[in-house]
Structure formats: C-alpha cells, structure tokens
C-alpha cells in the first residue's frame, strides 16, 4: 500500500534523521568497522587479494573452502580492489552504510505494516491530516532512536543477539536486502512482488538464517492480508532456491551428525549465542529477565485489543509473543531435548533479535488507533509537506552518497592502533620470526591482532571455520590450548572468571612441547603477570606486558598430549 502524498515527503526527512542519529554513535563508540565479529572475514578477503596471505593459518585455509559466507568475502573482496587491494577500506565502508541505511529500512518496514494493517482506515479523507499516523510514525521513530544507543538496545538482547547491531556482517546485510523486500512487497504491484522476492534470495546467499527470520517476522505481520498463491512463490524464489543452491555448492566432504556437530558449533564456540544453559547477556543481569520484560510489553497490546473489540490486532499481539517466545523453546529442544542438526545451523533463538521490533510494530499500531480516535480538527498539511518535503528516493540517495564520502574520509587506522599499543611486540615479530612461525595466545584480542596486523598464524581462537569437514580440527585445536567445555566447566565451578584463559595458562612449557608435537605451533605469547609457568624457560622475548616463549617439540618417542 503506498504512502500518502504528505507522508512520503515527511518520510524523507525521517530516514535522515535517523542516518545521522546512527552515524553519530557509530562514531561516538569508536568509529571502526575493526571489530567482533566483523573482522572474521577478513583472512577470507585477504586471501583473495593475496593468495600468500596465512598460507599456513588454519582458520585462513579453512575459510578459503567453500562454505555459506563466500558470497559476502566475495562482495568485499571485490570492494577492495577498488581501494587498491585494502580489505579495510572496504569493511569501514560497508560499517558506514549499514549505520546509515539499516535504521531507515526498519522505518520504511514498519509503518508500512502499520499502513498494510489500517488498510483503509485513516485514508478516506486525504485532505485531513491522518493522525493515526502520524502517531504510529512518532512512536516508531522513538523506538529506533533508542535502539540505536547501545545500552538500550542491550536490554532487549538475549543470547547476545542485540536488536541493532549495523556491522559490516554477512548477517547484518542479508537483514538490510530482507527488510528492502519486505517493503517492496507491502506495495501490491505483482512488479514489486518479484523484485523483493529478489532481494530475499540476495539476503538468503548472503545469510539463510537471517533471512529467514525476516520473510517470518514478514509473515506474522501481514499474516490476514497475504495472498498467499503469490506469498509461496515469493518464499520459493526468495529461500528455498538460494539455500538448495548453497546447500550443492557448500557440500562437505564430511557430514556430521546432529551430535557432533552441536558439540563443536554450539557447546565448543557459540555457548553463549546458542546452549540455552549458557545464554549470554549485555547488561550483567540474568538473560531471562529481559526475556520476561520484553513477551510482557508485547502481551500488554492484548488487554488493549479487548478493550477495543479488535481481534485482528489481539491476533497479532499473540502471534508476535508466540513466536518470541518459541524461538528460545525451538533452540532448546533443537540442540538439548532432541538434537536437529537443521535447527541447530538456523539457531532459532536468532529471532529474538527481532523481539524489539515486534513489540516496536504492536507499540505503532495501537498508537495509529488511538489517533484514529482524535477528531482531526487541524488543517491539512499534506500540500505544505509536498512543497517542503524530501521524497524518499531522494532521500535514499542523499544517504547512499553521505555513506561513500564519510566511509572514504573518515576511515581509522586499526593497523596503527595495534601496533602502538602492543609496542615493541609487532617490530620484534616483524624482524625476528618468520612468516609461518604460528603463535598461540588467550588474549582473544591479541590473537585477532596477531593474524591480521602482524600477520603471523595463530593455533587456535581467531574464528569458526563453516563448513563441516574443519569441525573435528578446530574442536581440537581449541581443547588442546584451551581445555575441552567439560574442563572449562569445571574450571567455572572453581571460581575461574575466564576458563578458557585459565587452562592456557594452567599449561607448563612442556605441556605446550606435547602440543608442538601434535600440530605445528612455534611460539606462545603470554601476559607479563601469568608468566610463572615459564619460570625456568628463558622467553625470547619480554616487556613490561607481554612474554613470549619458543617451543620445540619433544622427541618422537615422549607420550602424545592429552585434550
């Protein structure tokens, strides 16, 4: 359903706003696209400029094999070259389009289900000013504001999944071209209908699970208004034909069962995002709490739908909640109750990212009614918004171009960065080991540092390699440096803050000669103040915060190492 004349050209202005509210705390938060977990591409892209890059990295030579996030490394790698080869530059880029453009889709998104759920309604008289709304876009436009800062949106996350997290991510954009089909699809046009479809299938190459989650959220808000002949076909070309094509060309060689492979992709390295014992929070207090706060705002629009004599708006109100509420019910039978190797890949409990911008949706709908209430006694605005106002495409390219030139100008340097604070520690890498020498550390930022900045291999702690046939060698990796999540449990119950760092450090130098032994590793980097281990191991290198120790395997005949 199209906008009417006067709030298409409010619209304009709006997306603005919004871009400059983001922009803002993009930059008022550090302004670097250098970041979790945004930086995991980058040995991909780098690979592809360079084919020598971490020749000898395993999480590099694994996410070098095919697997579901190519198509995104590709779009950044082919970025790059127009920067002369500096992955960089393309990543800061994308972080400032997606600061710029994502909060602007979720407008367009949801006062477009607003209008789609009126129908009618408000749009009779199109000489009066539509007060329903323009509250519903108010209260819309509140909520984005806020969500935008990030201590806000931290209260509306669970399993760390915030609603707004506008990085330079292969999920982050398969949201962006979902939500882009999402409002081409309100208009009624079958021209439009194909052209979202469209844009669905670019998000579902980009991020199958993402995507999903936005055709759902989709569907739940128009779920009396679809046609749904045209909707199937719409999901068919938008979802299942991206992901059967992903599926034939990301095939592993190894095939793991549901078991193994929520073991290694949940317990091993997404606990807190996945194992709903384990579910991590942003602001210190139990997840659940936000849980329980954010099903009752959005159970509270049902008493008001009662009051009101509107199933249609209860129905929504229920099927919203519900489906908040069973995604966390849907992960927990998926990877405890009865293990779904399917469910466990989508990781359902994703959707709660959406949870804010449901109840965003309810809050805009019963806003619109409440105005349809007011006498609308005020004149007209809707002439005077035409001469004044900025259409929306204007818009969008006024924003595109805002992106460009402050993503070209405004770029830190996270080279530069890195090397200051880790000092002495990159020159002496630089001159003094060679380009394959592996390194192995706790610190997960030094690690990230290591590979990308000094680019040296590390053992195990960049990223997780997706595809199957690396599973069983990064759940060794990780167990052989970092103790298996059963020692890391038992290390939590005894009072450790941070388990994995502490069974690395738990490690002797000949602990670490066992594990040389079993797989390449050259060098360990500690901290200065947990270097007790390697009292009677001269390091090779020392300052005031780092130690670093060579290691050289025992002979062949020393008993192998124990996980």
């Given at each position: ?9 409010r619209?304009?202005w ?21 970041e979790?977990p ?72 949801l ?27 108010i ?12 201590s806000v949106?931290?209260?509306?996350s ?7 997290q ?7 954009y398969s ?8 409002v081409?699809?309100l ?55 991206p ?13 793991l ?12 390295r ?14 210190g ?13 959005m ?13 249609r708006?209860a ?8 489906a ?7 992960q ?59 259409p ?64 040296r ?20 990796r990780?167990?052989l440096v ?12 005894a ?69």
């Amino acid at each position: 359903m199209k906008a009417r004349r006067g709030q298409g050209a409010r619209d304009g202005w709006v997306l603005l706003l919004l871009a400059a509210w983001s922009c803002h705390y993009f930059f008022r938060y550090g302004g670097t696209a250098y970041e979790w977990p945004a930086v995991d591409i980058a040995p991909l892209v780098a690979r592809q400029l360079d084919p020598d890059f971490l020749a000898n990295d395993f999480f590099t030579n694994a996410s070098a094999e095919a697997n579901p996030r190519h198509a995104f490394g590709f779009f950044v790698a082919t970025l790059a070259r127009c920067f002369g080869g500096e992955w960089y530059a393309a990543l800061f880029l994308l972080r400032v389009a997606a600061a710029v453009f994502l909060p602007g889709l979720w407008y367009l998104a949801l006062t477009g289900y607003v209008r789609s759920w009126r129908g009618d309604r408000g749009e009779r008289d199109t000489r009066a000013p539509d007060v329903g709304g323009i509250l519903a876009a108010i209260v819309v436009f509140v909520g984005l504001v806020q969500v935008v800062r990030p201590s806000v949106s931290a209260w509306f996350s669970i399993a760390w999944w915030p609603p707004f997290q506008p990085q330079a991510t292969s999920a982050t954009y398969s949201l962006m071209f979902a939500l882009a089909g999402n409002v081409l699809l309100l208009r009624d046009a079958r021209k439009s209908t194909w052209c979202g479809a469209v844009l669905w299938a670019i998000a579902s190459v980009l991020h199958p699970a993402v995507s999903l989650f936005a055709i759902v959220f989709h569907g739940l808000a128009t779920f009396d208004r679809q046609r749904w002949s045209a909707a199937a076909a719409a999901v068919a070309v938008g979802w299942l034909l991206p992901c059967a094509a992903l599926a034939i060309a990301c095939r592993p060689a190894v095939s793991l069962s549901a078991a193994e492979f929520i073991r290694a992709y949940v317990v091993v390295r997404h606990p807190s995002h996945y194992l709903p014992a384990q579910f991590g929070t942003l602001t210190g207090r139990p997840w659940w709490e936000s849980f329980f706060v954010l099903t009752g705002l959005m159970l509270a629009a049902v008493p008001y739908a009662a009051w009101r004599q509107d199933r249609r708006s209860a129905s929504l109100a229920l099927l919203l909640a519900a489906a908040y509420v069973g995604c966390v019910g849907l992960q927990y039978i998926a990877v405890v109750d009865w293990p779904s190797k399917l469910l466990a890949m989508l990781g359902p409990v994703r959707f709660s990212a959406l949870g804010f911008y449901a109840w965003l949706l309810l809050a805009a709908v019963v806003a619109a009614d409440l105005g349809s209430l007011v006498p609308a006694r005020l004149p007209s605005t809707a002439a005077r918004m035409s001469v004044l106002g900025l259409p929306r495409w204007a818009a969008l390219v006024v924003m595109g171009v805002a992106a460009v030139v402050v993503g070209m100008t405004e770029r830190d340097d996270p080279f530069l960065r890195a090397r200051e604070k880790h000092g002495r520690l990159f020159e002496w890498i630089a001159k003094n080991t060679p380009r394959d020498a592996v390194f192995a550390t706790p610190d997960d930022y030094l690690t990230v540092d290591i590979a990308l900045v000094a680019e040296r291999p590390v053992f195990a702690g960049f990223g997780f390699p997706f595809r199957e046939d690396f599973f069983a060698e990064y759940t060794l990796r990780d167990a052989l440096v970092f103790g298996t999540p059963e020692h890391r449990a038992e290390l939590a119950a005894a009072g450790a803050s941070d388990p994995k760092e502490a069974y690395f450090y738990g490690l002797s130098p000949r602990d670490f000669a066992k594990v040389a032994a079993e797989r390449r590793l050259d060098l360990v980097v500690v901290a200065a103040d947990h270097a007790d281990r390697f009292d009677d191991l001269a390091p090779a290198y020392a300052d005031a915060s780092w130690r670093v120790y060579a290691i050289h395997p025992p002979r062949k005949n020393s008993p192998p190492p124990t996980p």
